[in-house]
């Protein structure tokens, strides 16, 4: 997977022997402006379209690789975390296979089987009943049968009672696969589920390591409906479906809508709370601008969950519940950019969903291959890839337009300037009652003035006093003339924020936002100081 090159443009690879600035992750400037009607957003997507067009004539990527367009039809769209009702797509390309035996084109109301693409289906729908307040509950809780099912003779045994729905919801039960007792095309019958796989030996200690386990979601559905009398297909539809108008999303199980391709054998094995539903990209749009935007669940739930679990052994990917993360970064020390992904395969099926909260939006891909195995869609998600390092990039040109320059009251003065070594802005000047303020924090640190690289970074938003919107930006001092590992670089600001800043040394600043959302006073609470904002500049540090 090469979804890193594209998102590394924005920032160049740093050199392990010289200083580097540490970035607080996820604090590098505030997601861009996705208006539809946008020229840079227009941009954007016609890049995108032209890449694809251009892969669909030659088969290939000269970087990507290469892609079967005689056989793999697709879907794929681009979403914002639009929540004002609007439509959240922004880029849509559609493709039909010429070998294509099903006479209607794709569009994005096509409909596809999504795999284990399910699974976040499953988790959402845990959270928007029950909340996350439950994670740490055993399955036992909601399944006590799981506690007379007896062990396997002479192997090692599920410690049910240490299997939380937080452990099941991201791959680290430790539990088999599959359980070979359900089917994709009907209700998967709880009894025979744990008389049967309850018995399972187990692969490892709860909370040891990601094992991917489609039955892991099955128990969940189980302890999803076993406080009402409801079926895993009405629950999916009362607490996701339904409120999100998801019309073209359902499971194997009720009526489904018209499927693309030869469809699935609905009798063939699978747990249906892992693999059985059916959607369209313009459905998981609006699943995923759901989540960016908390419709459904409080903000503070939102944030908790768009974050790693647990690692893997690649040191670029982490899982979360259900997540497969992918951590996009350059050297070292570099801004970690995380895309929280879901993948799926079905039969001849597959999906792809990633959301980028650095951005604020995110993309679906579903496919359908006519050779009768399922599509590798990681070229597809490389080129969507590059778009979200424009996003990026567009991202930093706003923030440099909405809060970078000088600004000043009397005779103190302070500058932003939109820095070159990374994210954040670095305060290039900053003077407040005659004294050079940037001297005085260097000097409190125990280092030179010209060695001091002072930047904020965006912390939150909140209402102010006045009338706008409060943007709160926290302050991270280094010393460029430290010593720097040999080898083990770190990188270590989230420890250092607030500290050997000496007295009225700057921690924060507050900048007071005008109606439209630009940067118009900037307060420094640690000087008492407000300044007005006297110019805007795009000059690099």
Known sequence: MLLSLSLLALW????????????????????????????????????????????????????FGEISPNTTSFSVVMFSG?????????????????????????TRDTVFPIGTLTQLFTVYAWLAKFGDQAWDDPITKYLPELKSVPAPAGEPAVAWGEVTIG???????????????????KACDKQNFIKSFGS????????TTPVLSNAAFQLIAFALTSTS?????ATIEETLLHPLKMTQTSTLSTKPAPIFGAGLKLTAPGEPASLSLLSSTSNLALLGASILSS?????????????????TSNLRNGVGRPWEIYHAGGAAIAPVVDIFLKAGEVGSYSSYFGLSPDVGGGFAILAYDESGRAADLNLHADVIADGLGDLLALAAKEAVGRYAGTYG???DVVEFRAAKDGPGFAVARLVVGGKDVRAEMAGAAGFKVEDLDLKVYPAMKYQGKEKGETHQFVAVVQDTSALVDAGTPTCITWSTVGASLGPGGVD??????????????????????????????????
């Open 508 to 541: 924060r600043v507050l900048f007071e936002l005008d109606g439209s959302g630009i940067a118009a006073s900037v307060r420094i609470p640690a000087r008492g100081v407000i300044l007005a904002r006297a110019e805007y500049t795009t000059v690099v540090d």
């Open 12 to 63: 160049p690879t740093l050199s392990l022997a010289a200083y580097q600035a540490c970035p607080l992750i996820q604090a590098y400037y505030p997601p861009p402006t996705l208006d539809k009607s946008s020229d840079a957003l227009k941009n954007i997507t016609e890049k995108i379209t032209a890449t694809f067009d251009s892969i669909i004539r030659t088969g290939k990527h000269d970087v």
């Open 82 to 106: 639009a929540k004002d009702g609007s439509d959240p797509v922004f880029l849509s390309y559609h493709y039909t296979a010429p070998g294509a035996k099903n006479s209607s084109k794709v």
């Open 295 to 311: 419709v459904l669940l409080p903000a503070a739930v939102t944030r908790r969950w768009l974050h790693p679990v647990a690692a």
């Open 229 to 233: 009398k409801k079926t895993f297909s």
């Open 409 to 411: 009251a009397g005779g």
């Open 167 to 185: 452990a099941l919801g991201s791959h680290m039960a430790g539990i088999a696969r599959s359980s070979n007792t359900c089917v994709l095309g």
């Open 200 to 207: 399972t030996p187990a692969l490892f200690l709860p909370n």
